[in-house]
């Protein structure tokens, strides 16, 4: 039994293009707190919110990658 389904390479390299946007929004944000803090010795963001934006950037650009291709697939297929 398999919890997950086999991604083909198509949906690899999507997600690895979502991860890469997702790191370094991750790193953007974590860089914006971090100088935010050095002014003003509060945080602007908590670690969990820049963690979870981080992930759900990752997520949301994997999706929109696949409904590209999805998209530009079914014009050729026509």
């Known amino acids: 039994m398999r919890l997950f389904k086999s991604m083909n ?3 690899s390299l999507n997600w690895k293009k979502g991860a890469f946007f997702g790191f370094y929004t991750y ?3 974590t860089a914006i707190n971090y100088f935010y803090y050095l002014a003003t010795e509060i945080s602007l963001f908590s670690p969990s919110f820049i963690f979870w934006i981080g992930l759900l950037v990752a997520f949301v650009f994997e999706l929109i990658f696949q ?3 999805k998209r530009q697939s079914d014009t050729k297929a026509r």
């Open 9 to 11: 390479e198509r949906e």
């Open 67 to 69: 409904l590209k291709y």
């Open 27 to 29: 790193v953007l944000i």
